[in-house]
């Protein structure tokens, strides 16, 4: 263990010079970050050493993560109808949901980093949270002729906005193919994986209960999870791509509408899988 903190340390300095966190701190974030990890040497240390930065508050770190991850959020938000001050909020609510440690835990960054997704990962998060925005003012139902928080059409709970006719005319011609597209790359996960997403989506558990459950340290029911959501947006990318004859362009064009999706749909498909098997 101490091998591996001391090489990620040193390929993070040298990756990374302008950062000037307390090494003690950063390798016991990082030490914290590779308990269960079965293969350290896998992780990218420049991205788990940046993500321990961040956690300790270093400026120059904190900087360098929205440099590097915050310019998705806009390009991810543009299909939302939300406005340039809501947008600054959703990503206020990123920066305290990565950063901000809650009840003495370590900052969630820290468990989301090392497998390099961590862009991905704050793309969809960005989406959620401005799906959430829309749904606590009353705009995400309204959007779709509804009440608010009503179960509508899977594809229809995501309003687009008007200057992007491509997208809006995608999601009416292919609602049906987006729902089989769901049911598929749910049936193609690991069992493990359906089971980790029904507990973190469906039951709504936190990273503590689903360790505690499946017996492991709570960062490595965090990359089980993150791991999960990673691989249902890979296989809808893959099943979209052959199912719509859509060029690798074109799809991940859609990536951030599938995104902005996906929580609303994999309730709604867990559930009843959930419902009917109990």
């Known amino acids: 263990m101490t091998a591996a903190v001391d090489t990620i340390l040193a390929a993070g300095k040298a990756a990374l010079p302008a950062i000037h966190a307390p090494a003690g701190e950063l ?53 939302l109808s939300l406005s340039r001050d809501e ?61 608010p928080g009503s179960d509508g059409d899977d594809l229809e709970d995501v309003p687009i906005s008007s200057d992007n006719p491509e997208l809006a005319r995608l999601k009416a011609q292919h609602r049906t193919a987006f729902k089989a597209a769901f049911e598929q790359a749910i049936n193609s996960l690991e069992p493990r994986e359906r089971s980790l ?14 360790g505690a459950i499946y017996g492991v340290h709570r960062a490595t029911a965090a990359r089980w999870v993150t791991s999960a959501r990673a691989n249902l947006t890979r296989a809808l990318h893959k099943i979209l791509a052959t199912q719509l004859g859509v060029e690798k362009s074109g799809v991940d064009d859609l ?24």
């Open 87 to 147: 947008i600054s909020e959703v990503t206020q609510q990123l920066r305290i949901r990565l950063f901000v440690a809650e009840g003495g835990d370590t900052p969630r960054v820290v468990s989301y980093a090392g497998q390099g997704q961590l862009g991905g990962l704050v793309r969809v998060a960005a989406v959620r949270a401005g799906l959430n925005l829309l749904r606590d003012r009353g705009r995400l139902g309204a959007a779709t002729g509804g009440a």
């Open 27 to 79: 390798a016991r974030l990082i030490a914290t970050r590779l308990e269960g990890e079965d293969n350290p040497s896998a992780l990218a240390p420049d991205e788990l050493y940046l993500a321990a930065a961040c956690a300790l508050g270093d400026r120059a770190a904190l900087a360098a993560f929205e440099q590097r991850y915050f310019g998705v959020i806009p390009a991810a938000l543009s299909r």
């Open 255 to 278: 990536l951030p509408l599938v995104e902005s999706q996906l929580e609303l749909s994999l309730e709604r498909l867990l559930r009843s899988r959930v419902e009917s098997s109990g």
């Open 197 to 210: 997403l029904g507990l973190a989506i469906v039951k709504g558990l936190g990273i503590d209960r689903i």
